[in-house]
């Protein structure tokens, strides 16, 4: 069944002849080019190349709006405001209040990454590895009233439980896993928020390292279990380890984003974890997300 979400907060608008040219510099992506009516994802990291917040970049023309991930909007605003020189002419504004986001899967072919407008409200389609969703941002009022005719329509509206296991089980970055552990874009398979030829940004020399050796030390898988994993890193029986990003419970199971060593990442196998107060638990691969160009 169609189902949707509807979340508030974590959006900010950048205004100013010089919003671009600051976004680019601080961003995994060519942002300088963004055409008036374009949206393009990026990442924002720290020196070591791990995500620090994932952007939705929209070009509106007289604006430049971001939707942050839950909880990240505070640090890039401080970052972005840090990094502006005292000649560029931007102004960074939150709109924490007043408006929301309305996000739902689709299927077919579309034009992604265009903007429409009806109204108030604004929407782009983005794709996220094997997933296409329509994004709407617009006026809370509006999104409510937009989240209640899809309502009518047959749709599920998720809460904030739902979401998480509508997004492990796609294997998208969740905001809970950001809080957890911060991956390196690779390892996520957020590549398509790479770009590889643009200039310098913070994090990029760990980027080139693993975009040069083509070989990743953990990739993303997301894995079932009968019961509940602890987030953190865990010892594996037979050696090595995982990293349980997020885990949340399902209608039988508990579903699990996961960092792992690629050579164990097989899907349709089952790795088991060292004994936790006498217990093994078992960990089923149900799938294993790779960057596009592997």
Known sequence: MRSHYVRSGDISVLIGDDSRSLLHSVSTQHLE?????ETQTCCILDANGRIEDRLLVWNLGDQIALTHMMGRAASTRE?????RSWKQNVDVIPLDEGFSLLFREIEGDHVINHVEQKGSVH?????????LEMVYL???QDI????????EQGSNLRDSIDEDLYRIKRGHLTSSGLEQHRPIPLEVALDSDISFTKGCYIGQEMIARLDARGALARTSVTVETDTEIPPGSQSLAGGGRIIVMSSVEGNDSWWSACLVHPDVAHVGSSLHTKQLEGTSVELNIRNRWKPSSD
């Open 144 to 151: 409510e009233i937009l989240s209640k005719d899809f309502i």
């Open 138 to 140: 617009g006026p809370s």
């Open 79 to 83: 970052l972005l405001v840090r990094s």
């Open 33 to 37: 080019d963004l055409s008036e009516g």
């Open 123 to 131: 929407s782009t389609i983005v794709r996220s590895l094997e997933t």
